[in-house]
């Protein structure tokens, strides 16, 4: 399968402790994107790489947010001290830089705060 | 500031119909102008798109309106397939990155049999 992969692809933790997902794009494209999406609502950008630079993220990635795109392939996403309004799906995306909107997706990673 | 609106969150129709979705924006700043479906469990898969410079594109049984003008975009089934019962979110992406997308809420389109 070369599509966008996802791990886990559901987390329940306890409200305070620390969460990572990852994510595995497809390997010739050079775009990460996290992408996050509560019941209800079509998905929320949260930041994107280029290789391994992060080149912008939003106002709703706070400090408890970090995403690190180490050797430009695979990706993660740590959120600490969670809180229950954390909880939602964490979609990631991948695509070339050229690209006009056309983004690959992976399944998601559910997060469920307690 | 909600700059995308899908204002309808459930449409019915029968197999063999046109399926009609709509989305309405605010901004202007926007380039492009995609449809995604999304299946229960799967990530949005990319179906259709527009640029700003077009009002209409076709592929197969999907045709994208663009209306400028009325800040307004549709997607056309036809004819409509159970398969086609999905999610479908208008998406619209520009300015510095045109991976950004700024999605609208979504409208869940089912087509009975």
């Known amino acids: 399968d070369t599509g966008v992969s996802q791990d886990p692809r559901h987390k329940i933790t306890k409200r305070g402790q620390n969460v990572t997902f990852r994510c595995d794009p497809i390997?010739?494209?050079?775009?990460l994107y996290w992408y996050r999406q509560t019941l209800g609502q079509g998905p929320e950008f949260l930041t994107y790489?280029?290789?391994?630079?992060?080149?912008?993220k939003s106002r709703l990635l706070s400090d408890r947010f970090s995403a690190e795109r180490p050797k430009g392939s695979f990706s993660t996403l740590e959120i600490q001290r969670t809180e229950q309004g954390d909880s939602a799906m964490y979609l990631c995306a991948s695509s070339f830089a050229a690209n006009t909107g056309e983004l690959f997706f992976g399944e998601g990673s559910r997060l469920t705060v307690l | 500031d909600q700059q995308v609106k899908q204002n309808s969150p459930s449409l019915s129709v029968q197999e063999g119909r046109i399926s009609i979705l709509n989305c309405d924006y605010t901004?202007?700043?926007?380039?492009?102008f995609l449809w995604y479906k999304k299946y229960p469990a799967e990530g949005p898969t990319f179906l259709i798109s527009?640029?700003?410079?077009?009002d209409k594109n076709e592929d197969g049984r999907f045709t994208v309106f663009l209306n400028k003008s009325a800040k307004h975009l549709s997607l056309h089934i036809v004819p409509s397939q159970p398969g086609d019962s999905a999610v479908y979110f208008c998406a619209l992406s520009g300015g510095t990155s045109y991976g950004k997308l700024t999605f609208g809420q979504g409208t869940i389109l089912t087509v009975h049999p």
């Open positions: 390997s010739e494209h050079n775009r």
């Open positions: 527009i640029s700003s410079i077009k």
């Open positions: 790489f280029q290789n391994e630079a992060q080149l912008e």
């Open positions: 901004n202007s700043m926007f380039d492009y």
